[in-house]
């Protein structure tokens, strides 16, 4: 089992980045497949970038270019690298972890969740 905390959300204006982390407590990385999630207030809960069962990225096509998801199974840390952000990015940002996933931006695949990390981005 696999205990995870998010770190590093706040505000920015738009066009600024911000590195979220996720540190995982009682296992690494090595065994999990991950992802990265977000919820807008009134909205769904939407897969933001993910790493897959085989370790192959894959990015939501509205950050794609601008996200960059990384996981140092080492350090047992995961890393969402956003740049320029817009203010459509606001949201509740949550990691998440799973022993197999199949399509990294799918919510169901996953049973270990981070209690999330705030981003405000401000025009």
């Known amino acids: 089992q696999v205990r995870l905390v998010e770190s590093g959300g706040g505000s920015v204006q738009a066009g600024g980045s911000l590195r979220l982390s996720c540190a995982a407590y009682?296992?690494?990385?090595?065994?999990?497949?991950v992802g990265w999630f977000r919820q807008a207030p009134g909205k769904e809960r939407e897969g933001v970038a993910g790493?897959?069962?085989?370790?192959?990225?894959r990015y939501a096509d509205s950050v794609k270019g601008r996200f960059t998801i990384s996981q140092d199974n080492r350090k047992s840390t995961l890393t969402l690298q956003m740049n320029s952000l817009k203010p459509e990015d606001t949201a509740m940002y949550y990691c998440?972890?799973?022993?197999?996933?199949?399509?990294?931006?799918?919510?169901?695949?996953?049973?270990?969740w981070g209690q999330g990390t705030q981003v405000t981005v401000s025009s």
């Open positions: 009682g296992d690494t990385y090595s065994s999990y497949s």
């Open positions: 998440a972890a799973a022993r197999a996933v199949w399509y990294p931006l799918n919510a169901n695949e996953y049973n270990y």
């Open positions: 790493i897959d069962m085989y370790g192959r990225d």
